[in-house]
Nanobody
Framework: QVQLVESGGGLVQAGGSLRLSCVAS????????MGWYRQAPGKERELVAI???????NYVDSVKGRFTISTDNAKNTVYLQMKSLKPEDTAVYYC?????????WGQGTQVTVSS
């Protein structure tokens, strides 16, 4: 059972930046992908950014140019650098690890962007 622990969330003013981190309890080599999802109150969970084991990335349109996903395999960590934050980015952000036959989720970290 892989444990994913997110950190880095918090309260920030619009236009500010945050960097989320997600540390996996096991190696993230040979994975299908890691990603960040978010869920705002009353809304469904949505994919924000994803990075494949080969390093390809993809983003939801609303964050393109503002968010960057990256990994540090030596630290078993995936990051989400968020810039130019908007109030609509407010949500609980969840880390996701896809190991082909099984998917793991973190517990989530709250990001609140004030206007």
């Amino acid at each position: 059972q892989v444990q994913l622990v997110e950190s880095g969330g918090g309260l920030v003013q619009a236009g500010g930046s945050l960097r989320l981190s997600c540390v996996a309890s096991e190696s993230i080599f040979s994975i299908k992908s890691m990603g960040w999802y978010r869920q705002a109150p009353g809304k469904e969970r949505e994919l924000v950014a994803i990075i494949t084991g080969g390093g390809s990335t993809n983003y939801v349109d609303s964050v393109k140019g503002r968010f960057t996903i990256s990994t540090d395999n030596a630290k078993n960590t995936v990051y989400l650098q968020m810039k130019s934050l908007k109030p609509e980015d407010t949500a609980v952000y969840y880390c996701n690890l896809n190991r082909w036959t099984v998917v793991y989720w973190g517990q989530g970290t709250q990001v609140t962007v004030s206007s």
